[in-house]
């Protein structure tokens, strides 16, 4: 009982860290915009009102971290797969990435036009290439009950929805798009 009570002390000191982590992220990411792009371009088609105005001035009072509710100790499982399966939430703005791949965008330019001085630009385009297709790549492992494409890989070998399979493409040849065998 005392080890249990020790994982689920463990597993909420560990989700406390990640939301202070996320918190400060998004604080950053949002110095760094206000930052980097003006005030005409932040407040553009945005129209407030002073009400509106005056409850954003407003900050929020610290939450405080409340421990989990768990019923049975079984749930601490549960809520350790969640934790490993976390990932970088994508629900970030557009202004984040306008300038996020400005920069890139600039320093890819200015790195090019630098090996064409030194007439290695066919070389750095060429690596910049197989760089940019290996970063679009998946690298890290796939989630707990995700599927495949390719149904091989999949458990009983289920295939994910849209995929023509060559018993169908069979069926639509010999009985038409709505398959059905009328005779």
Known sequence: ????????????????????????????????????????????????????????????????????????PNDIASETSELESFEEESNESWRYYIIKWSLIAIIWLSLYIYFLQLQFGAVFFVISLLVGIYLNTRTRPKKKGEVSAYSVFNEDCVSIDGTLKAEELQRQ???????????
């Open 173 to 183: 040849m010999l009985y038409g798009m709505g398959g059905m065998n009328m005779l």
């Open 1 to 72: 009982m005392e080890a249990k009570l020790q994982e689920y002390r463990r597993l909420r000191r560990r989700k406390e860290l990640i939301e202070r982590t996320k918190a400060k992220l998004a604080s950053s990411k949002e110095k760094l915009i206000n930052f980097l792009v003006p005030s005409v371009f932040r407040d553009m088609g945005v129209e407030r009102n002073e009400d509106e105005v005056l409850l954003m001035e407003e900050e929020e009072p610290p939450k405080r971290f409340q421990p989990l509710q768990t019923e049975y």
